[in-house]
Antibody
Framework: QVQLQESGPGLVKPSGTLSLTCAVS?????????WSWVRQPPGKGLEWIGE???????NYNPSLKSRVTISVDKSKNQFSLKLNDVTAADTAVYYC??????????????WGQGTTVTVSS | EIVLTQSPGTLSLSPGERATLSCRAS???????LAWYQQKPGQAPRLLIY???YRATGIPDRFSGSGSGTDFTLTISRLEPEDFAVYYC?????????FGQGTKLEIK
């Protein structure tokens, strides 16, 4: 079964760039799935950041679009998140997730365990 | 952008009772785009329901989803101790996912 594992620095300085990677095992980033990033600030709800397809097509949350880049590396079977110009408001648990692979049913069926990123000097 | 509003914010019930959680969309949506998740403290969300009424793999049949248009419901027929958690509804539309603010289901 597909498993996802996030990795990256747990501490990022204000105005810096948050960079995370999601390694995919038991499946392929070349499959007919969209791969997403979702975040959750401490004590708050879930916020979808964006998604990528193996072709490189992306969709982003309009509220973050100006600062976000999601990319995929099929050779390494992983996808990545970059968030520029971070502030304390970007402190959160960041999850990577995979959709259902359906053209008419939507949901995120597989999730990584999440990684905590703190923005602080 | 469509807004999802979940109610109640907190629901206090006892094991064995029936739980009814609501998710209302600010405009009519396609049922196949509506999903429900369960999240326990320190854990990633888990997909429960997709397409408004289809149970995800491994989800017990005490969980059911229903609704159409703007009003959707997650029902847990008989609460088990492990069901006390936070529940989120989610919508896919206009090439983005939107989450509701969540309902906390707590033990009474």
């Amino acid at each position: 079964q597909v498993q996802l594992q996030e990795s990256g620095p747990g501490l990022v300085k204000p105005s810096g760039t948050l960079s995370l990677t999601c390694a995919v095992s038991g499946g392929s980033t070349s499959s007919s799935n969209w791969w997403s990033w979702v975040r959750q600030p401490p004590g708050k709800g879930l916020e979808w950041i964006g998604e990528i397809y193996h072709s490189g097509s992306t969709n982003y949350n309009p509220s973050l679009k100006s600062r976000v880049t999601i990319s995929v590396d099929k050779s390494k079977n992983q996808f990545s998140l970059k968030l520029n110009d971070v502030t304390a408001a970007d402190t959160a648990v960041y999850y990577c997730a995979r959709d259902l692979g359906s053209s008419w049913l939507y949901g995120l069926g597989v999730w990584g365990q999440g990684t905590t990123v703190t923005v602080s000097s | 952008e469509i807004v999802l509003t979940q109610s109640p914010g907190t629901l206090s019930l006892s094991p064995g009772e029936r739980a009814t959680l609501s998710c209302r969309a600010s405009q009519g949506v396609t049922s196949s785009y509506l999903a429900w998740y369960q999240q326990k403290p320190g854990q990633a969300p888990r997909l429960l329901i997709y397409g408004a009424s289809y149970r995800a793999t491994g989800i017990p049949d005490r969980f059911s989803g229903s609704g159409s248009g703007t009003d959707f419901t997650l029902t847990i027929s008989r609460l088990e101790p492990e069901d006390f958690a936070v529940y989120y509804c989610q919508l896919y539309g206009s090439s983005l996912y939107t989450f509701g603010q969540g309902t906390k289901l707590e033990i009474k």
